[in-house]
Structure formats: C-alpha cells, structure tokens
C-alpha cells in the first residue's frame, strides 16, 4: 500500500478449527489474476519468486486447511488460513 492504510488480523476459533485473516485497505487484487495468485512462480513484481502464496496454501492444505483470498478491486483484500481443529490423540 504505497498510499499507506491499515492492515488488518483477526483469529476465530470455531468448533471445526481456526481461521486466520489478514486483510488490508490495498488496491485488491484484479479479477485477471486471481485465479493466478496461489501459484508457484506467479508474481507481479520485479524482484518477486512467486513462492510466499504458494507455500502459504501447501502449508495450509498439508494439516487439512485451505488459503483463500476475497477481495474488491480498490478496496482491499483479505487472505483467509483455515486449520481443522487437532483430533483427540493426534501428535502434538
């Protein structure tokens, strides 16, 4: 956000799990490239891998969650992590 603006955290439990979302008063995302931004290798910038979403959601999908984003060009977004709670007798 070159213009500045909050960026938001929030946490909520629920009986199911966890959920993680980070949201920010940005430009969003244009509708063009979401379906592309969890890809490996995928950026929009200069100097950028492309990794950081993608790993995001292979962590995410790896302990039974998921990584999601919903945004409103021009208006923010917000990328949702999403964990199942931890099974009775499962490692620690």
């Known amino acids: 956000m070159p213009e500045g603006g909050t960026i938001q955290a929030s946490l909520r439990a629920t009986g199911e799990g966890v959920s993680l979302t980070i949201s920010d008063e940005g430009a969003g ?3 063009a490239i979401r379906p592309e931004i969890f890809n490996p290798f995928f950026t929009t910038k ?3 891998s492309g990794l950081g979403l ?3 959601q292979t ?3 790896a302990h039974g969650g998921s990584a999601t984003c919903v945004c409103e060009p021009g208006r923010g977004a917000a990328f949702t992590i999403t964990l199942p709670r931890a099974k009775p ?3 620690a």
């Open 29 to 31: 995302v244009p509708d």
């Open 46 to 48: 200069a100097k950028g």
């Open 54 to 56: 993608a790993k995001v």
């Open 59 to 61: 962590v995410a999908e």
């Open 89 to 91: 007798g499962a490692p």
